[in-house]
């Protein structure tokens, strides 16, 4: 009997129903597969680590629920990043934050720390569309992104992220997608000819918001994430949706995400120092070589919105402009071409805040002056510039080549010169009541001519077909071309620009050649025309210089590109002033 009653009390525990713990949903694929608990540790759980086995990562939730999650989690500014498909037809991706916003919300940095990032695992790709983004994104937008200075290591870093990091990915492709259709758009006359009906069947309207709004929302729920990743990602973010959005011709929020790029940067490097890097050099992925290639990006591009921007100042402009100021005093070569390039921005950012501040239509009202003693350090500094940088053409130790007829056929070598030329052009005429003063640089003006279609022809053979449009955010060739158009009354001088605008479609950063050649084609109608032109009407070009009088050229000029609405055509707005005549004139050009 005593062993019936241990036999049965043996064997108890089958007629006991087996309580099960609730299923977990966020553990990764190997540990749901083994029936194990997960650590949930980030990008691999540690568990797969300590056995050695190979974590297959987390199944994310699906982008319609992340977004009604964070409708209920989120405070109301978070909620107003979803529900923008009203403008997915028009590819204007919006957000009312920047991606910024969300590292200075949610970070816990308190410090760098020296500590490599931990290792990633390439991220699956799970569609065929992304596959074919991600390559794309590899092999043309990349090259693109900073083709007039490219950086081998930078291509590097920024590809390692797309593929490693999800938030990195999903910018990546939302750029990919927008860039893929403009460079395979063609441009005729009439103007651009957006989504072939072959690429519009293949990818939906809305899936470039879908993914600009999911890189926010990872962005958002990085609280647990190192603060020093947090930093690196968020830069990386914000580098891409400045270029995102400057294609898709949104510039309010391309400066936004370029401003708070910036912000962050200057919170955690206080050093403004544009490093060069070695293209040869293997990658490092330490967290501050990272941040501090990431950070050169943002700050050049900053340094260039200029070009584009009236009353734009670059944030780190005065400290740049100190530091250079002592590094000219030195009359040795120009270690590098980077170098050599960077001191020039500087000076050419200078230079367009003296005629941005005399000689423009500021949108917001009276710019502050300038120190009256500005003008005249800039002319040293870019007389010291020259022969710093011919030095350098000619020194056969320098770093930038082993010979100077291989630095002569590099084709930044021909673009500095070109926006040096002009740097000149503009300091030695700005100011109210000088317009008949750009007659005498006509040599010069020729002279950029001559450089441009060098730099074209470079880039025709970059791009490596003139039917396919190119956009990089790097300001290079168009600024250049439009200020030779507007303001070289030479007639064949200034139809040589127009042509070279209209080679090749081509955009840098809110510069567009098609658009800017359409502004420049206007200018000459009207001061041609004898001030009073009427547009798309043929009028008699005039034999020289001379024959347009002071009273009909224009002096200060500004444009805005207006995207095409539901009931109206895209258009540019068009706002200009006659020397030695009062008022503003306002056109509105349909494109």
């Known amino acids: 009997m005593k062993a019936e009653n241990t036999k049965a009390g043996n064997q108890a525990w089958r007629k006991k129903p087996r309580k099960f713990a609730p299923k977990s949903r966020l553990g990764c694929k190997t540990c749901k597969i083994r029936r194990i608990k997960c650590d949930l540790a980030r ?127 999903h910018a990546a492709i939302a750029l990919a997608l927008i860039h893929r259709n403009y460079y ?37 729920n990085t609280e647990k994430r190192d603060g020093t990743q947090t930093i690196a990602v968020t830069l990386m973010v914000c580098y891409l949706f400045t270029c995102l959005d400057h294609l898709v011709g949104d510039n309010v929020q391309a400066v936004k995400h370029l401003r708070g790029g910036v912000a962050l940067s200057r919170s955690i490097i206080h050093n403004a120092t544009f490093s060069c890097y070695i293209d040869d050099d293997p990658p490092s992925w330490g967290n501050d070589v990272i941040i501090d290639q990431v950070t050169q990006q943002i700050r050049r591009l900053d340094m260039q ?39 020039l921005q500087m000076l050419v950012t200078q230079v367009m805040r003296l005629r941005n501040t005399d000689h423009q239509i500021s949108p917001t009202g009276t710019m502050p002056p300038l120190p009256s003693s500005l003008s005249y350090t800039v002319r040293g500094q870019l007389e010291t510039w020259s022969r710093r940088f011919e030095a350098l053409l000619l020194h056969p130790g ?78 290079g060739l168009i600024p250049v071309l439009f200020i030779v158009g507007v303001k070289c009354r030479h007639p064949v001088v200034r139809r040589q620009a127009l042509e070279l605008l209209r080679r090749q479609p081509m955009r840098e950063a809110a510069w567009d050649s098609i658009l800017t050649a359409r502004v420049v084609e206007r200018v000459i109608e009207i001061e041609e025309s004898g001030g009073g032109g009427v547009a798309g009407q043929e009028q008699m070009a005039p034999r020289c210089m001379e024959q347009i009088l002071l009273w009909q050229r224009i002096e200060a000029l500004s444009y805005t590109y207006i995207p095409r609405g539901r ?16 008022g503003i004139h306002v056109e509105s050009l349909t494109i």
């Not at 005429?429 to 008949?436: F, N, T």
């Not at 200009?576 to 009062?582: D, G, L, N, S």
């Open 43 to 169: 990008p691999a759980c540690l568990k797969c680590y300590s056995t050695g086995r190979t974590c297959d990562g987390y199944s994310e939730m699906t982008f319609t629920s992340k977004l009604e999650k964070a409708e209920t989690e989120t405070t109301p500014h978070h909620k107003e990043i979803v529900g923008r498909a009203d403008i997915c037809n028009n590819y204007h991706p919006r957000t009312t934050i920047s991606a910024y916003e969300s590292a200075r919300w949610h970070s816990k940095y308190r410090g760098l720390n020296s500590q490599n990032f931990q290792p990633f695992m390439i991220l699956p790709v799970t569609a065929s569309t992304e596959a074919e983004m991600m390559s794309f994104f590899r092999d043309v937008s990349i090259k693109h992104l900073n083709e007039y200075r490219p950086c081998e290591s930078w291509r590097q870093t920024l590809m390692f992220f797309a593929q490693t990091v999800p938030a990195v990915r």
């Open 184 to 220: 395979l758009d063609c441009h005729s006359n009439n103007g651009f000819q957006y989504q072939p009906p072959l690429l519009k069947n293949r990818l939906p309207d809305h899936a470039p918001l879908l993914h600009y709004n999911r890189a926010i929302q990872l962005l958002l």
């Open 305 to 343: 919105a200029v070009m584009f921007l009236v009353d734009w100042t670059p944030a780190d402009l005065q400290e740049t402009f100190t530091m250079s100021h002592l590094a000219l005093s030195d009359n040795s070569p120009f270690q590098s071409l980077d170098q050599a390039a960077d001191h």
């Open 398 to 475: 320098s770093s930038s080549s082993s010979s100077a007829p291989a630095s002569q056929t590099n084709p930044l070598v021909t673009l500095l010169r070109l926006q040096h030329t002009i740097a000149r052009v503009l300091l030695e005429g700005y100011g109210p009541g000088q317009e008949m003063d750009y007659d005498k640089f006509l040599p010069q003006f020729r002279q950029c001519i001559a450089l441009a279609g060098e730099v074209a022809a470079a880039h025709h053979r970059y791009a490596g077909s003139s039917a396919r449009a190119t956009f990089t955010p790097e300001i």
């Open 567 to 582: 009931a109206s055509a895209a258009r540019l707005e068009i706002e200009y002033t006659f020397c030695a005549r009062e």
